[in-house]
């Protein structure tokens, strides 16, 4: 590469090749020297300062451009980013930027050569590889603006007066642009901003309802609407079909669209991801029919994988001037050189690399498609499943792969079928696996979408996507096998919700919380039983249960995830659980929260009855020292309390008076007497404290398996006799202390044994008692008086 730029004859277009390459080496390496770690974390980069006066070199400008993009390090653990996949063909996009601002400096006479050369060029090539013939092409940054100057081509041609007149001559005869339901959002609204038109100017045509895709425009329904704005006097001006509609990837009946504009005089625009099949071998007939349309919009840059390379609008218009007045040409140099990224992009791959690449993304469309089918509880929705760009799925439990294909008819009578709540639960469900697989294969591409009928579907589209994030045929696999894997666990957990609400709604202390939007078994909340006078110490303390509830059972050694539900729009005071699999054991998972629920209630509650109580003792013990003192003060008299003189009186005459102490009983809350304890050295005990409550249903575990599960039938008989055996061993441990009785009570029916062996079966079994005797355990409050009584010794 480096000698054939030092070949070139113009040392300056050699130059730029080298500095290219260059920075786009510095800019792509990730690798980072520990010295520049080190300075980075003390640098304020990102703090706005003032114009160094002396200026920086390339490389240090360059430098600061890397660690922008990049950021620091705790930005990238904390959050992941793909950068687009920048090859070489990239490279070449990059450099016809570079190109343009060198080229805009040439003589007049050169520029306009090279001009008309690059724009020749490039509108040949696309017309030629896209299969539109004697077309002109208008090169634009927004894929936006080029439907919007052939709006005011349309205008200029249908309104001959419209330059000397304007808008008067739109309100004599109000234009209609015609739009279907499911184009881009926000689409006519910008035309009617951008052209100065009001919005009634904007008919937007349903799609069909009864017969064909649902995302389809309804051809019947437009004529009767193109029909009712020529009675009303308004002039029918334009038409925008779709071939790939932006959530389906659906192609309108372009044949027929274009014989209804025919008909009334109207210009037909067609946009959409399909439109790159165009450059394929095969066509279908429903997609060729786009090649006869007034003008279409072309977004190569997706399709290729070329960064920063502009959209391309091909239109058909004889009168160059309304061409200049809409816009669609322009005298300025720099607006031409739009095409020269392309330009050399198209070169550089040239038409067989351009045909694979889009050739590739339609394999892995087909590739996805036949393994959908395979799958059960999965529902596709494509237009031709022989040729389908786009792949839209969702996950649905109303039929096992059977007919999965979502057709009209199908569709209809699902929705009749299906409840408002069991579609928020399925489009929730749908959520998150769309998020799962996009997450867990980033490289396929797959994101979410919002469909009118279908509801929330995840859709697949390679040829958007794959040139840019590199998409093979393993990842297809990979997300393939993926979604195996998220199905049984969706199923399990849309099974298990019903009996998990009505397990929550038989436990007392548990409120079931009903959130359509949550994607998981479902959302509880324990209910403090407070005595209803102050209501915000009791949502507080409602606060403070359910948050150590949501701790404790996080530590729980469980598959579970507990959490306290999505940022925005969650309930309060709540314990979200998510997605979970078939052998959950519902009924346990809701006896144990409820019962570390009434654990942290009761231990709650004693430690403010406690510390009530400690308030309550230690004022009544003071009262009871002050009256003590003033008894001791009427025992010993007057005479003793004087300095010198009660001195003097106790070492004639020493007072002997009994240490009267109290002690503080925090299990009954009350004060005692010490003197029981001097006399008999030994503390009290007390009443015993009550136990600590737990779950009253125990389920002994294999070793290594987790909380809440069920054992499997395979898994049943070993867990059932290894049960049994450990139940055994604990009992012959049990009975091992007693064997000698057993052999006792044997040897006297047995009149063969020696009265020897008698002796020394009872001698054993008196040493095995004493033994037994002396390692029973002991309670706490036996403990505390041992220890009592060792520290009185």
């Known amino acids: 590469m480096e000698s054939s730029l030092e070949k070139m004859v113009d040392p300056t277009l050699a130059e730029m090749g080298k500095n290219l390459n260059e920075a786009m080496k510095m800019l792509e390496d990730n690798q980072r020297k520990v010295e520049e770690e080190n300075e980075k974390k003390y640098a304020r980069k990102d703090i706005p300062g003032p114009l160094q006066g002396s200026g920086q070199d390339m490389v240090s400008i360059l430098q600061l451009v890397q660690n922008l993009m990049h950021g620091d390090e705790e930005e990238e653990s904390s959050q992941s980013f793909r950068l687009q996949n920048v090859g070489e063909q990239g490279h070449m996009a990059l450099l016809g930027h570079s190109l343009a601002a060198y080229i805009s400096v040439l003589d007049r006479e050169r520029l306009r050569k090279l001009i008309t050369r690059i724009l020749s060029d490039t509108t040949l090539w696309l017309c030629r590889l896209f299969r539109y013939e004697n077309g002109s092409a208008y090169y634009h940054e927004d894929d936006r603006e080029g439907l919007l100057k052939i709006c005011r081509l349309v205008i200029h041609s249908r309104y001959e007066d419209y330059t000397v007149e304007g808008f008067n001559v739109l309100y004599n005869k109000q234009p209609v642009i015609y739009l279907s339901s499911a184009a881009r959002t926000g689409l006519g609204q910008t035309l009617c901003n951008q052209l100065g038109l009001p919005l009634s100017c904007m008919c937007r045509v349903p799609c069909n309802t009864m017969f064909g895709s649902q995302h389809q425009m309804d051809v019947a329904l437009l004529d009767r609407l193109i029909k009712d704005d020529i009675e009303s006097g308004k002039l029918p001006l334009l038409l925008v079909a779709n071939a790939g509609t932006p959530g389906a990837g659906h192609t309108d009946k372009l044949g027929r669209l274009k014989e209804l504009c025919e008909q009334y005089n109207m210009w037909l625009h067609v946009e959409g991801v399909n439109l790159a099949t165009l450059a394929l071998g095969y066509v279908s007939s429903s997609l060729l029919a786009a090649t006869k349309c007034d003008s279409m919009t072309l977004t190569l840059g997706s399709w290729l994988g070329l960064p920063a390379v502009p959209a391309v609008t091909l239109y058909r218009q004889e009168d160059p001037s309304l061409s200049l ?176 609400e009505q397990e929550v709604k038989r436990t007392v202390g548990l409120s079931y919380i009903e959130d359509l939007s949550w994607p998981g078994l479902g959302v509880i909340r324990y209910d403090y039983r407070g005595d209803g006078k102050n209501d915000d110490k ?122 009267k102490g109290r002690t503080f009983n925090l299990t009954a809350g009350s004060l005692e007497s010490t003197e029981a304890t001097y006399a008999s050295k030994v503390q009290g005990t007390g009443t015993t404290p009550p136990p600590t409550p737990t779950s009253g249903r125990t389920k002994q575990r294999l070793p290594g398996q987790k909380l809440f599960k069920r054992s499997l039938r395979s898994s049943d008989g070993f867990s059932e006799t290894s049960s049994v055996s450990h139940t055994d061993d604990l009992e012959k441990m049990e009975q091992q202390p007693h064997a000698s009785s057993a052999v006792q009570e044997q040897g006297t029916s047995e009149p063969e044994k020696s009265e020897q062996q008698k002796e020394m079966a009872q001698a054993t079994n008196r040493e095995t008692e004493d033994f037994q005797s002396d390692k029973s355990p002991k309670s706490g409050n036996d403990c505390i008086k041992v220890k009592e009584q060792e520290s009185l010794r």
């Open 325 to 500: 007045a809409a816009g669609l040409t322009s005298s300025q140099p720099v607006e031409k050189l739009r095409a020269l990224p392309l330009w050399l992009s198209l070169q550089y791959l040239g038409h067989d690399g351009i045909v694979e690449r889009i050739k590739h993304a339609s394999q892995l469309s087909q590739r996805l498609l036949e393994n959908l089918k395979n799958l059960d509880f999965i529902k596709t929705s494509v237009e031709d499943e022989l040729s389908s760009p786009v792949v839209v799925f969702k996950f649905s439990q109303d039929h096992p792969n059977i007919d999965q294909t979502l057709h009209a008819s199908q569709t209809s009578a699902i929705q009749h079928t299906l409840t408002n709540n069991e579609r928020h639960i399925c489009d929730t469900f749908n959520q998150w696996l769309g998020e799962q697989l996009a997450q867990l294969i980033p490289a396929s591409g797959v994101d979410v979408v919002e469909l009118e009928d279908e509801g929330t579907c995840v859709r697949f589209s390679p040829l958007m996507t794959s040139a840019v994030l590199g998409t093979e045929v393993q990842d297809v696999d990979q997300l393939v096998d993926c979604l195996k894997m998220k199905i049984p666990v969706l199923m399990s957990t849309l099974q298990l919700r019903d009996e998990f």
């Open 538 to 659: 009791q949502d507080k303390e409602l606060e403070k249960i359910n948050t150590e509830l949501l701790k404790k059972l996080s530590e729980l050694e469980s598959d579970l995830s507990f959490s306290l539900g999505p940022e925005f729009g969650g309930e309060k005071n709540c314990v979200y659980i998510g997605m979970v699999t078939e052998d959950l054991d519902v009924s346990e998972l809701v006896e144990t929260i409820a019962a570390t629920g009434r654990e942290i209630e009761e231990n709650s509650r004693l430690l403010e009855n406690m510390t009530e109580v400690v308030r309550k003792g230690i004022q009544e013990a003071q009262i009871q020292l002050q009256r003590a003192n003033e008894e001791r003060l009427l025992e010993e008299g007057l005479l003793r309390q004087i300095p010198v003189v009660g001195s003097v009186l106790n070492w004639f005459s020493p007072f002997q008076a009994s240490p």
